[in-house]
């Protein structure tokens, strides 16, 4: 539990980002090369088509208080790359961005756990907000609906679907125009089959590798019952198989570049705390220098 001093009042929270990640159930990318949509292969191949437009409205009726057939009567594609905010910054890509009457909704697919892919997304989510039109004299910032969908779970948090917004302790909303919506898929796959509801049943259909269960949680809805056809017809085509190759080649290379990076970072730190205890000792700084390859200003610096 962490406390937060606003300048007026204090009190306590608990910061997502605290809570321990657990890997329990998650979801084998790698399964059936990569037929879950949590694949980005799969994802870009099923969602990023005009011709697919009908999942993508399925997939945000299992989001929103809405029907399927009103949702895909009211939505298209939105733009996917985001405004520079510097004239340095590098470029910047959402998953999947749609509009909906006067909404904006952007959906992204999160495998990697890391604290910075939540931040990510929220600073997505404020860019799309931000990113205001003008009319009359007037200022129109439309709603944005961020959807993470999330392949791992928080250790003590049981929920499938859980919203967050910009609000008070007393759960008065600062506003309604910005709205941050999870999905914790290994939390989907602890329920029990026969107690999943219309909405959950689909959304397996959708992350589930496995074609013969995808079918099970798909039968008797048409929409899910196609999507899950199409999906392994898109499996054996052979530029699917190279762009899911392509895929798992770069994230391959960054694995073995993080493992490097990390190694060499636990390294450092490692020689720092030696430096640090040999200091406490009054151990000479030449000799901590030569013993560490530290400079000496590096090694004053340790004494905080």
């Not at 929270?13 to 605290?18: E, G, P, Q, R, W």
């Not at 796959?189 to 049943?201: D, G, M, P």
């Not at 019952?225 to 054996?236: C, D, G, S, T």
């Amino acid at each position: 539990m962490r406390r937060i001093n606003c300048g007026v009042d204090n009190y306590s929270y608990t910061l997502l980002s605290d809570l321990t990640k657990t890997r329990r159930n998650r979801v084998d990318l790698n399964k059936n090369k990569g037929a879950s949509m949590l694949s980005d292969t799969m994802f870009k191949t099923m969602f990023l088509k005009e011709s697919r437009l009908d999942y993508c409205a399925k997939l945000l009726s299992c989001f929103l208080n809405r029907s399927y057939e009103e949702i895909r009567s009211n939505i298209s594609f939105g733009k996917n790359e985001l405004s520079k905010g510097k004239r340095h910054q590098k470029n910047q890509r959402c998953d999947l961005v749609l509009t909906l009457d006067n909404s904006i909704l952007n959906v992204e697919i999160n495998s990697n756990e890391s604290p910075y892919i939540m931040e990510r997304n929220i600073e997505y989510a404020y860019k799309l907000y931000s990113d205001v039109s003008r009319s009359g004299g007037r200022y129109n910032y439309k709603q944005v609906i961020q959807i993470n969908i999330n392949n791992y779970a928080y250790e003590g948090c049981s929920k499938i679907m859980d919203t967050f917004a910009l609000g008070n302790r007393e759960n008065v909303l600062l506003t309604d125009k910005i709205l941050i919506m999870q999905l914790y898929v290994p939390n989907l796959y602890s329920k029990y089959i026969k107690k999943l509801n219309e909405k959950e049943r689909c959304l397996l259909a959708f992350v589930e590798p496995d074609t013969d269960k995808a079918r099970i949680y798909a039968k008797g809805d048409k929409i899910m019952e196609r999507y899950v056809k199409e999906r392994e017809e898109a499996l054996i085509d052979t530029g699917y198989g190279e762009s899911y190759d392509k895929e798992w080649a770069i994230k391959d290379q960054c694995r073995r570049e993080g493992i490097e990076e990390g190694t060499k970072r636990g390294v450092q730190k490692g020689i720092r705390e030696t430096a640090l205890n040999m200091l406490k000792n009054n151990i000479n700084l030449d000799v901590i220098a030569k013993c560490t390859n530290l400079t000496p200003s590096q090694i004053e610096s340790l004494r905080g």
